[in-house]
């Protein structure tokens, strides 16, 4: 029987972390980095993959950053060869990509069918699923022929509670919860139990693309973001740093029994009623 550290010990694994230059990805990949793990960050900027995988290796970990895009399938499939050559198959998948756009967002002064931008919805389901579906295509296939590796989406509060404005983002994180399970039930049927798929659904953490509607110019909070402090019993945003449990939790052999799941991060918003 292992000892509870050695379950936690990922030496000798590979992650790759779409979105990898981001606030929540990259936190996600230095705690993998932390225990032992080789990481590499995938993204659309080149200047911020680079500081971000000198971060990593400046701390010890064996790291590489690789610029693609999440929907450029093509793309993928050369980092793919990049990262058997450098590091063997793929263990760890956390697609962390993601986003939103305003075209796809009805705000209080706006009507669903006057003001939705159908292009801007179709982008929003296309970065967040897609963004998700592609990525798992390609390097997860390793493990496939391996018969082990761990797969996490990352999900968000949006699929599961009705979240005013941000109607196209949570209909595509609610496919993402959808795809997350299917995922694990196809893996268990035709590769067995080694090919786990699970999702981490974050509930509200400041990042760069939600600054702007949860913080005024001088850092205040806006009236939305006292709303979501409201819903949420812990009263505060979640720290970046604060998914690093979970993603470690789910990437290890400490979850070797978990697949399917939907875990949420949320400082109990997704248990309150709001009574």
Do not use: C
Not at 25 to 45: D, W
Not at 131 to 150: C, D, H, I, K
Not at 194 to 208: H, K, M, W, Y
């Amino acid at each position: 029987m292992a000892d509870g550290q050695s379950l936690f010990d990922l030496t000798g694994k590979t992650a790759v972390i779409t979105g990898g230059s981001g606030v929540l990805g990259f936190a996600m990949a230095q705690g993998l980095a932390g225990v032992g793990a080789s990481v590499v960050l995938i993204g659309r900027n080149p200047e911020k993959l680079a500081e971000k995988t000198e971060a990593l290796t400046s701390a010890g970990a064996r790291a590489m950053g690789i610029a693609a895009d999440v929907l450029d399938e093509k793309n993928l499939g050369k980092a793919a060869v990049t990262i058997r050559d450098a590091f063997g198959g793929v263990d760890i998948l956390i697609n962390s990509a993601g986003g939103n756009r305003p075209g796809a967002v009805i705000n209080p002064d706006q009507d669903f069918f006057r003001d939705l931008d159908i292009e801007a919805f179709r982008q929003v389901h296309a970065l967040n699923l897609d963004g998700t579906l592609l990525p798992t295509l390609v390097f997860a296939r390793s493990m496939a022929e391996q018969g082990r590796g761990s797969i996490i989406n990352i999900s968000s509060m949006a699929s599961q509670r009705a979240i005013t404005r941000v109607m196209g983002y949570s209909a595509a994180k609610a496919a993402v919860d959808n795809f997350t399970r299917w995922m694990a039930v196809e893996m268990a049927h035709k590769y067995g139990e080694g090919v786990r798929v699970n999702a981490i659904a974050p509930g509200f953490f400041l990042t760069e693309q939600n600054r702007a509607l949860l913080t005024n110019p001088d850092g205040s909070l806006t009236s939305r973001a006292k709303t979501i402090l409201a819903m949420t019993p812990f009263k505060r945003f979640g720290k970046p740093e604060e998914l690093m449990g979970t993603a470690i939790w789910l990437a290890s052999e400490a979850s070797a029994f978990v697949s399917g799941t939907v875990i949420p991060v949320d400082g109990a918003f997704s248990a309150f009623s709001g009574v």
